[in-house]
């Protein structure tokens, strides 16, 4: 079975079809050339923008010369309500204080401290589902339910069932689906005095949401300065001083961090697992090795049990290659360049396709199946190598990719051990790109217990 991809729009629209379709979907709104170009030059009114699939380009901009491919500021205006001035929308020496701060938070052993956190909310969201064996169910919602979980017990200590978790878990539920990815000031370079127009619903949540979380980080400072914090990732990132200034996350600052954990964190992860479970489903042999792989597993796992789940990281990172959560990544470029013969002036964006390069018909061999093998194989391990970004790359690298990682094999061990997925045939998930690849009418499978 080939795993559902959208059918993509006619090679020629006009701008205004364009911009219409770009906010109702993000993967349907371009054209089928792209999983075989080396780059595409798009040109509207305002700006020109270059969708780079070349690896030699991506590496440029990601790896080799990233302050010279700075973060868009178009794509920011959207997310500026709740994400502020957190480490996903700065650049430049802003951007580098913050990563000094949060990246000792997920080097060394923290993985490993975090860890029965992490197996903790898999059982827990096994459990759940359970709860539905014999029936019908939309796994999206579970898995965003079992991403927040992971993040509030990994980050602050708090299971899902606590009453401040639940607020900001629903308000979180409640923005993803008022949010466009993009907005007016996306296509038109607004000055800093024009007030920028939100939908009234994102407006509302946003705020919501950050009220919510400054609760959260005032207790904790409060628990700091008492001596009675828990060890978790925010009392790290909370008690990390920038070592070349001494300076530590003000509040406002540590509430922006916390706003694009949640955001990056859970709704990608959530998006991730859903796609997963449903390709286990509809490829059950698969399905089998992994949960006789999970069955082998200790009561408590450890670091070392999780080195051994290779069959299921392979599916995961196959997961990930065919559904990669963000499915493009914006830069702009700071300066005069060239690319690939063609003049591109500064200011122009420059749009790199995890979606496109994952898929593409160039890099990949037979790259619309899912075949979790090709991760064992040389052929498959030099595309990754070249053509595999599901976190980005180079220094703006996801600080996360290595929890996210293993979150998402944990989550599959638990789930698969003790439950059969069976797929629904009248309701093949239909990909679409808001904040992140999810299904437009939901992920449903049958679950039953072995």
């Known amino acids: 079975m080939i795993p559902p991809k959208p059918k993509p729009r006619p090679d020629r629209v006009s701008l205004w079809r364009y911009m219409k379709l770009f906010r109702q979907d993000l993967l349907s709104a371009q054209p089928q050339r792209l999983y075989r170009a080396w780059m595409a030059e798009f040109r509207t009114p305002f700006f020109r923008s270059y969708l780079v699939n070349d690896p030699a380009l991506v590496q440029l901009v990601l790896k080799d010369r990233p302050r010279d491919f700075p973060k868009s500021s178009r794509i920011a205006e959207g997310l500026r309500p709740l994400l502020g001035n957190s480490v996903f929308l700065t650049n430049g020496e802003v951007w580098a204080r913050q990563r000094r701060i949060i990246d000792p938070a997920f080097e060394g052993g923290r993985l490993r401290d975090s860890l029965p956190a992490m197996w903790d909310a898999a059982c827990a969201a096994r459990d759940r589902l359970t709860a539905h064996a014999g029936s019908t169910v939309e796994v999206e919602e579970q898995t965003s339910h079992a991403a927040a979980d992971v993040i509030f017990r990994t980050l602050f200590s708090l299971p899902i069932e606590d009453a401040l978790a ?251 051990r003790d439950l059969r997925l069976g797929v629904v045939p009248e309701r093949t998930p239909d990909p679409v790109a808001f904040l992140t690849v999810r299904a437009r009418d939901g992920i449903w499978l049958r679950i039953d217990r072995r």
């Open 166 to 416: 639940q607020q900001v878990f629903h308000e979180f539920r409640a923005y993803q689906r008022s949010q466009p990815l993009l907005n007016l000031a996306a296509f038109l370079r607004l000055p800093r005095w024009m007030p920028r127009l939100h939908r009234r619903g994102t407006s509302t949540s946003a705020a919501r949401i950050r009220a919510l979380i400054t609760d959260l980080t005032t207790r904790r400072q409060d628990q700091i300065a008492k001596g009675t914090a828990p060890q978790d990732l925010a009392t790290k990132i909370m008690t990390t001083a920038d070592p070349e200034t001494g300076q530590r996350f003000t509040t406002a600052e540590m509430v922006d961090q916390v706003a694009i954990f949640f955001l990056a964190g859970h709704e990608t992860s959530a998006s991730a697992l859903a796609w997963a479970l449903w390709l286990l489903a509809a490829h059950p042999d698969w399905q089998e090795q992994l949960a006789a792989e999970a069955r082998a597993l200790p009561d408590r796992p450890g670091m070392a049990d999780l080195s051994k789940l290779r069959l299921t990281r392979d599916v995961f990172r196959e997961t990930l290659r065919l559904y990669p959560p963000v499915p493009m990544m914006v830069r702009e470029a700071a300066q005069p360049e060239t690319f690939r013969g063609r003049a591109v002036r500064p200011g122009a964006q420059v749009v790199l396709s995890p979606w496109h390069q994952h898929r593409h018909d160039r890099l990949w061999s037979d790259p619309d199946s899912f075949d979790p093998a090709r991760w064992q194989t040389e052929a498959g391990r030099a595309s990754a190598r070249t053509a595999y970004m599901p976190f980005s790359a180079g220094p703006r690298v996801c600080t996360g990719a290595s929890f996210a990682m293993a979150e998402g094999v944990l989550l599959l061990a638990a789930i698969l």
